[in-house]
Structure formats: C-alpha cells, structure tokens
C-alpha cells in the first residue's frame, strides 16, 4: 500500500507519511501527522493527515492547513514584534478593558514607579490610586470625556506617587477601541516620564519671572499676574485687590557714596524685610532699580491698605547692618485699589 501510494505521489517519499501508514498497518491503530510539507509542483503546501486502518487497507484524510499555518505564522511574528516593542519602549503602555474593569502594565510602567518590572494586571486604582489629589478630578473628567465621546486621542499630563515617596510629573496618552455598535470596549496607551524635562521648563520659567538680585517677581511677571487678577475682578471670578508702589528715599545717595555692591546689599535685605511684613499668597517684585511693588489680594479697602503701608514703613526704619556699616533707608509709598474702570494693569500701576 505504501508503495502504491509512493508511486502515485511520488512527492510523498520525503515525508513520515509512508513509515506513518506503514505502522498503522502493522497496529491496525489511526494514526496522525498534524503537519508536513509536499510540493506537488513548484507550489509549497502544508498538509496534516489522518490514518485509519480498515478491512481492505486504510483510508487517509487529507486537509490542506497552508492558509492556517500561514496564519498562524502571522500572528505569532505579530505578537513576538509586539512583545519587544513593550520591552523596549521608554514608555509605559497601559490597556483599560471596558467590560472587565482591569487594567493591564507594562513592566516599563512598573519600573517607571519604583515597582517591581513586570507586567501586571489589576484593577484601575492600581494607577489613579497614586495620582496627586490635585490631579485626579482632571484625569477623572479627561477619561470620563473620552469614554462618552468614544472616538479621538487623549492626552493629559500629571503627577504620579513613586514608591520612594516623590512625585514623578507623567504624560499619558490614549485611543479608545469601539465595538460594532461604537461603544467603548477598552482604552489603550501610553505613559511618558517627563519630570526631567518638565523640572527644566519650570526652572526656565522661574528664572526668566524672578529678579536675579533679590529672587523676588521681576515686572513682567507682576504685571501678568495684575492682568490676571483684574480680569478675574472685571469677570466677577476674583476678589478685590489693592496694589502698592514703593521706593526706596535717597538710594542713589548710598549708591554714590558707599557704592554699588553696598546698594545691592542693601536692596536684598530691603527685600527680605518686605516678605516678612505680606501674607503668603501676597505677591512681592522688584520693577528695577530702587523700586518695589506689591500686590496685596482680598484687599478692596484703602485702609486696610494704609496699614500694610504703614507696617512697612516701621520696619524699614530699623537701620541695615551691611559691610560693617548701618546702613539707613526709608520708603515712599503709592497705593491703588482695584476698580472695575481700570481698562489695564498699567492703568492701576
């Protein structure tokens, strides 16, 4: 019989197929051979075969599986591409399953956390349970957005509790995946550490706000805040606010006569007395030279800005002790109080 079947095909005498039969014949068991490859012509084909012996030899059944194997090649290459692509990715990737409710990390989203580096799968509050309170509603409402809508990209920047304690500023992007009926089944992402880069923007942003003498808000950073607060004031979003102006009487005096690096001195402790005369949330700059302003918030009454006026007055009074010298200054102070008629800042200023 396997000899016949050898001549008929003769492409058979390099595969098990005829030892198979052979011992199937032999036995009289079925026997299988799940995969071999015959090449009838200049084609390549997979073929599995089934042996079952009967009374006048055997019958074979013959399944041509190329298009499977060729299939199933596919998505294994697929998901070995993808397995290190999440090995190798510097992000996190993240999948949400809608129906389930659990949530799916990387390893590297581990390890961006301090947590141990392999892939885990859990419930939400894996990750929104580490969020900075201060963050969270806004996450919340960006997904809650992105669930509704069930279509677009999502993009949200916040920060995350590291295990040693500190807090590491992340970026987070996502897609949702619809279903036939275009609901959201799952949500599926990435998370970029970007705490470096965002510690050096802010660094930038400070520099260029502060004065580089006394650190205190240079100009432009005041009046962008003023602008902010009237506005808020002319909107009804903000409380009132009064804004003082200040300079420092006979400074060009101690200037000329005990020079600049005396002046400069002199200038950073007239700086620190003024932070210890304002509230936290009071805003003290230093517009250039000898001159300072403050913005004083919750403050509509004249009065109430007289007294801050006056405070300041009292402690300046005390002389500085500077290079060995006591040195003595004194301040003229203007006071404005918001109104709503103020078309801009340089008009309060």
């Known amino acids: 019989c396997g000899r016949t079947l050898a001549e008929a095909v003769p492409a058979l005498r390099d595969t098990p197929v005829l030892s198979t039969l052979a011992a199937a014949l032999e036995d009289g068991k079925p026997r299988t051979v799940?995969?071999?490859?015959?090449r009838p012509s200049t084609v390549v084909r997979a073929v599995s075969l089934t042996i079952v012996p009967d009374a006048s030899g055997a019958l074979l059944l013959w399944r041509d599986i190329t298009d499977q194997q060729r299939s199933e090649m596919l998505l294994r290459q697929t998901a070995e591409r993808f397995a290190l692509m999440v090995d190798g990715a510097s992000d996190g990737l993240w999948d949400w399953d809608q129906r389930t409710g659990l949530l799916y990390v990387s390893a590297r989203w581990c390890a961006m956390l301090g947590l141990p580096a392999?892939?885990?799968t859990g419930p939400r509050e894996a990750w929104f349970g580490r969020v900075?309170?201060?963050d969270l509603p806004g996450l919340t409402a960006v997904f809650?957005?992105?669930?509704a809508a069930g279509s677009g990209t999502l993009e949200h920047e916040h920060r995350l509790r590291h295990e040693d304690g500190s807090w590491r500023r992340v970026r987070c992007r996502a897609v949702a995946v619809?279903?036939?009926?275009?609901?959201?089944?799952?949500?599926?992402?990435s998370l970029t550490d970007i705490t470096e880069s965002?510690?050096?923007?802010e660094r930038i942003r400070s520099a260029a706000s502060r004065d580089p003498l006394t650190g205190l808000c240079n100009r432009p950073a005041f009046t962008s805040e003023l602008r902010t607060q009237l506005d808020a004031l002319k909107g009804h979003r903000g409380p009132r606010f009064a804004v003082l102006h200040l300079d420092l009487d006979r400074f060009k005096v101690v200037n000329d006569s005990l020079g600049h690096l005396v002046g400069d001195e002199l200038l950073v402790a007239v700086s620190r007395r003024l932070e210890g005369c304002l509230r936290p949330r009071d805003i003290l700059a230093r517009l250039g030279g000898d001159e300072f302003a403050i913005l004083l918030h919750g403050c509509g009454d004249p009065g109430q800005a007289g007294v801050v006026a006056f405070r300041i007055q009292e402690a300046l009074a005390t002389a500085f002790p500077i290079g060995g010298l006591e040195v003595v200054t004194s301040a003229s102070i203007g006071i404005a109080c918001s109104r709503e008629e103020h078309g801009s800042a340089d008009d309060v200023m």
């Open 34 to 38: 799940p995969s071999f490859v015959v």
């Open 118 to 120: 392999t892939a885990s």
């Open 132 to 134: 900075h309170a201060e």
């Open 144 to 147: 809650d957005r992105q669930l």
């Open 178 to 189: 619809l279903d036939a009926r275009r609901g959201t089944t799952r949500m599926a992402g």
């Open 198 to 201: 965002a510690d050096a923007l």
